[in-house]
């Protein structure tokens, strides 16, 4: 029973999503790439499945999920700034 209702929020949260990408996508008269980041989207790889078989619908076929968090990388970004010599 929990399986399935872990299913059913994952099935509707991906239907959703892929439904505002594509809206976004059509007005913006592009395919992609799609570019998926987050907590959630990168660590559930049934998410990421159904989202991509969601977009394939709409012609969004070229997807990739980020490697690491942006947050981690605007960090990085930020540290190297802050030691940079002034200018």
Known sequence: MRYALGLAIITSAATALAALVSTVAERLGLTG?????GGLVVHQPLLQDQLRAGLAVNGC???????????????????????????
């Open 61 to 87: 076929t070229d997807i990739r999920v980020l490697k690491s968090d942006p947050a981690h990388r605007a960090l990085r970004i930020a540290g190297q700034l802050a030691a940079a010599p002034a200018a």
């Open 33 to 37: 790439p799609v570019v998926l980041g």
